[in-house]
C-alpha cells in the first residue's frame, strides 16, 4: 500500500509541482522551520482511510508557485490551504486509481490546518512516508479514518 | 478558430491552474469564462456562447453531475461537450458520467499536452498559437 502511495506522491509532484522529491532512509533528519502545514483526505468506505501530507510553510509556499506559475510572495494564504487540500485531493485519487479500488471507496472533502512547530513535533503520524524536496520536509501519512 | 471555454470548479486556485494549462498548451482560446459550481456555470450559458465546458465532479450548491443533467434537457446546451477534470478516474466511478453524456474526462494530476489532446480530438485543431503568442499572454 505504502508503495502505491509513494508512487502516487511522485506522480502528483513531477506532473502539477514540477517538484522532485527523494526519499529519506529511517532514521534520516531534515530539520524544517514551522508553521506546518497538514492537509489530509478521508477514503470513506468498508475501511475508512485519511491520507494526507504535511509541510513547513516554506515549501507549501514553494509548491503554491510552481503549480500557479507565479511569485511566492504573490501567494496568498487562500492559495496555499487551496493548493495543500488540491495536493492531498489528488494523492488520494491518484492513489485509489493504483489501488484500482472499488467504487464503494469515496473521496471526501479536503481539509487542511495550519501547526506550529511545538504540534508538529508533539503529533506522531501512525504511518508515514518521509520525502527530501528541495531540502524540505515532506511527510506523507496514512491513518485510520 | 478560436473555441470559447467554460471552467467549472469551486475552487478559484484550480480554475486560475485550469486557465493556465489551457494558455500553456497553445491550444486556441477566445474567451475564458469561470463558475464556482454548475449553477453559475447554467448562468453563464445564458449570456454566453460557450465550445467546450471544462467541470469538476463535486462542487456545492450544483454538482458535475446535476449540471451535466440540466445541459441535456436544454435544446441549445445539449450538445455542448463536457470534459471532466477529476482526481476520480476509476472506472466504476466515471462509466455513470459518460452514460450521462460527459464528452471524456482528465484526471488530476494533468499535463497540459493531455488537455491539448483531448481537446483537440472533441473540437478539432483550430489555429495553433505559437510560442511567441504564449509567452505575451498574461494570466
Known amino acids: ?145 | 478558430m478560436a473555441y470559447n471555454v467554460l471552467i467549472v470548479d469551486d475552487s478559484a486556485t484550480m480554475r486560475a491552474l485550469i486557465r493556465k494549462v489551457l494558455v500553456i498548451s497553445g491550444f486556441d482560446i477566445g474567451e475564458c469564462f469561470e463558475g464556482a459550481n454548475g449553477r453559475e456555470a447554467l448562468n453563464i450559458l445564458e449570456n454566453n456562447w460557450v465550445d467546450i465546458i471544462l467541470s469538476d465532479l463535486h462542487m456545492p450548491e450544483m454538482d458535475g453531475a446535476a449540471m451535466v443533467q440540466a445541459l441535456k434537457k436544454h435544446e441549445m446546451w445539449r450538445h455542448i461537450p463536457v470534459v471532466l477534470i477529476t482526481t476520480e478516474a476509476r472506472p466504476e466511478v466515471i462509466k455513470p458520467f459518460l452514460s450521462l453524456g460527459v464528452q471524456d474526462y482528465i484526471q488530476k494530476p494533468f499535463r497540459p499536452e493531455t488537455i491539448r489532446q483531448k481537446l483537440t480530438g472533441i473540437l478539432g485543431e483550430g489555429r495553433t498559437t505559437d510560442a511567441s503568442e504564449i509567452e505575451s499572454c498574461d494570466f
Open chain 1, 1 to 145: 500500500m505504502l508503495a502505491k502511495l509513494k508512487a502516487a506522491t511522485f506522480e502528483v509532484l513531477e506532473t502539477m509541482f514540477f517538484l522532485f522529491p527523494e526519499s529519506l532512509e529511517e532514521g534520516e533528519i531534515l530539520r524544517s522551520r514551522g508553521p506546518f502545514l497538514r492537509s489530509s483526505v478521508t477514503i470513506a468506505g468498508p475501511q475508512s482511510i485519511r491520507i494526507g501530507l504535511q509541510v513547513p510553510q516554506s515549501l507549501a509556499r514553494k509548491m503554491a508557485a510552481n503549480f500557479l506559475g507565479t511569485d511566492e510572495d504573490q501567494i496568498s494564504q487562500e492559495q496555499l490551504e487551496d493548493i495543500l487540500k488540491e495536493t492531498s485531493n489528488m494523492l488520494a485519487g491518484s492513489f485509489l486509481s493504483k489501488l484500482e479500488a472499488s467504487a464503494a471507496f469515496k473521496l471526501q472533502t479536503p481539509v487542511v490546518q495550519w501547526l506550529s512547530a511545538e504540534d508538529q513535533k508533539k503529533r506522531k503520524l501512525e504511518k508515514s512516508l518521509r520525502f527530501d524536496v528541495e531540502e524540505e520536509l515532506l511527510e506523507l501519512f496514512v491513518e485510520k479514518g
